[in-house]
């Protein structure tokens, strides 16, 4: 049937209106056809700790799989700083929505504005594409370290307040946090030493800068024999270790988790944050990414945009109570 407005037009107007008309139907296709070209060239993914940590070994590991599912490289970028903040940061305040740059986020992103003054609004200022893993955090002393147990190294604290230096990644990260609720435990006193990264630390506790490392990324520093893990932060023995107890075990109802994953600005088209959600869970599968969490002991934790951001509301309204109740102030 012929429109009733075309039948009385000139053909020139009919012309017109048939334009108009097909106008918001193409315009309607473009964010498809967006995402159908996506990506057109590499992508930039940041990972906010220093080059040869284990979170840097496993992002390089999971680059290279991603790289092959999208078709374009996925190009590591190492911005740390801020416990991991520093980086995502950065993005949310300057990258464009586009899909071309996305960050590892963990969890001092949620953190951190209840700790002290920040740039970013965690619910605000990011989309959240994938969740992937989540760090398992332990205790680790140097091999030659005279503490062969955790109560050793309390014992030894307690005699000796201030004298036993630990490191750990920010001012406000898990290890930072599980060590301070201890401390309040048992009333010991350690000496706290931040870093931006596993990386740092390990090269601190084999120079003998400190005697502890409180974080994840302990599994290389165990595997080549110069360290000793001397308890885990999880709900359960690591399974690469499962002669070491947990916190939980020793009497200490502490739990340390902090998932993995990749985040982008706001405003990303849902159809590009498909693409890349489904590429990052298809490269979880790879063999070498696989390698590289059992090095840590990191199990998969895959959350799908929806469930991360989700999670990440909960989250945030977790860490604002937790960060109250122990009344912590970074600055």
């Known amino acids: 049937m012929t429109h009733p407005i075309c039948s009385t037009a000139s053909p020139r107007r009919r012309s017109l209106l048939k ?10 296709l ?23 940590g284990a979170t840097d070994t496993q992002m390089r590991a999971l ?5 092959r599912e999208l078709g374009q490289p996925v190009v590591i970028a190492n911005r740390p700083g801020a416990g991991g903040t520093l980086g995502p940061a950065a993005m949310a305040q300057t ?3 586009d899909g071309y740059t996305v960050s ?51 014992a030894d604290a307690r005699a000796n307040p201030d004298r036993i230096s630990y490191g750990a990644t920010g001012t406000g990260g898990s290890g930072r946090i599980a060590i301070e609720r201890l401390s309040r435990l048992t009333g010991v006193r350690f000496n706290f030493i931040p870093y931006k990264g596993a990386a740092e630390e390990t090269t601190a506790l084999l120079g003998g800068h400190i005697q502890m490392v409180s974080d994840a990324g302990w599994g290389p520093m ?6 000793r893990l001397l308890a885990v932060m999880g709900d359960a023995r690591a399974r690469r270790l499962p002669d070491v107890p947990t916190l939980t075990e ?42 590289a969490l059992e090095s840590a002991d990191q199990p998969h934790m895959l959350m799908d945009s929806a469930a991360y951001t989700d999670y990440a509301i909960r989250q945030v309204a977790q860490e604002k109570q937790f960060v109250a109740e122990l009344g912590l102030k970074t600055q």
Not at 63 to 67: C, D, F, I, N, P
Not at 257 to 282: E, T
Request: proline share 10%; charged share 15%.
């Open 250 to 291: 020793l009497g200490y109802p502490i739990v340390a988790s902090n998932p993995v994953g990749i985040a982008g600005p706001k405003g990303m088209d849902p159809a590009i944050v498909a693409v890349l959600q489904q590429a990052f869970h298809r490269a979880s599968r790879d063999a070498e990414y696989n390698r």
């Open 19 to 28: 334009l108009g008309l097909a106008l918001p139907a193409a315009l309607g």
């Open 30 to 52: 473009c964010a498809p056809a967006r995402a159908a070209a996506f990506p057109a060239r590499p992508i930039t993914l940041i990972v906010p700790f220093p080059a040869g």
């Open 104 to 154: 590892v986020v963990v969890g001092t992103l949620f953190r951190y504005p209840f700790l002290q003054a920040v740039n970013y609004d965690p619910l605000k200022d990011f989309t959240y594409v994938a969740c992937m893993t989540a760090y398992s955090y332990g205790i680790v002393v140097r091999q030659d370290a005279p503490w062969k147990t955790l109560d050793d190294l309390i």
């Open 63 to 67: 680059a290279v799989a991603a790289s």
């Open 95 to 97: 990258a464009a929505p």
């Open 222 to 227: 165990i595997d080549t024999g110069k360290a």
